[in-house]
């Protein structure tokens, strides 16, 4: 039944990453026809597409989250779900970027990763790290025959990473937005809180895996 479940998992993220990847490809062609591999110098998007694309996000979410919902009945279970599916989506997209454009062509190659509360910016690798965390950690949670235990540590701790995660991805878009718009328009890749981002990893792989250690020692 775990293995079912995650199978229709699987296949769900596998989609729902094709759909996302065929969409940016059509917004490359559009906005960048001259030369879809290459998004930067950053171009804006009008008033109208930028709403579509913030609903599509915030619709995206809402799709993960009652899926994961639908998929478990525990809180900790459905969590894993959630973040099974999450990390293997945006594994999965970045996969089917490769497939239909070849594209990212460098290890370090940036993105515009999400758009809210304002655009996400930093190299495809660092979320397709935590996406590769999220997806290891949630298969094996979702296989095992007990549901994983979150202390007030373990969340705290949790919690801390992805503060720090989401401060490293919202840091570069951050200094831009006293200049409005204007700033964002042509902006170049320049400067990457690695150091925050790498302890935001960090501290998400322990809180994660620290079931693993306990379990250990007992």
């Keep these: 039944m775990r293995a079912r479940i995650l199978l229709w998992l699987t296949l769900y993220a596998v989609a729902m990453a094709y759909v996302e990847a065929a969409l940016v490809v059509h917004l490359r062609h559009l906005y960048y026809a001259e030369n879809p591999l290459a998004i930067f110098p950053l171009r804006l998007m009008s008033h109208a597409d930028l709403g579509i694309e913030l609903a599509r996000e915030a619709a995206t979410l809402v799709m993960i989250l009652s899926v994961a ?4 009945r525990t809180t900790s279970r459905r969590f894993a779900a959630f ?5 293997l989506w945006d594994l999965g997209y970045y996969g089917c970027l490769k497939l ?3 594209w990212p062509q460098t290890w370090l190659e940036w993105d515009v990763l999400f758009l809210i509360p304002w ?4 190299p495809w690798l660092t979320p397709a790290a935590i996406g590769l965390l999220f997806a290891v950690w949630g298969a094996r949670a979702l296989l095992a025959d007990n549901s994983p235990r979150f202390t007030l540590r373990r969340s705290l ?3 801390l990473g992805a503060a720090l995660g989401l401060g490293a991805f919202l840091w ?3 200094r831009l937005l006293p200049g409005g718009e204007a700033a964002f328009e042509g902006y170049q890749p320049a400067g990457f809180p690695w150091a925050v981002y790498a302890a935001g990893l960090a501290c998400m792989t322990a809180s994660l895996f620290m ?3 306990e379990q250990n020692d007992r």
């Design 157 to 159: 701790l949790f919690l």
């Design 211 to 213: 079931d693993s250690r």
């Design 100 to 102: 239909l454009i070849d």
């Design 119 to 122: 655009p996400w910016l930093g």
């Design 83 to 87: 973040v099974y599916v999450f990390g």
């Design 172 to 174: 570069p878009g951050a």
């Design 69 to 72: 919902l639908l998929a478990a």
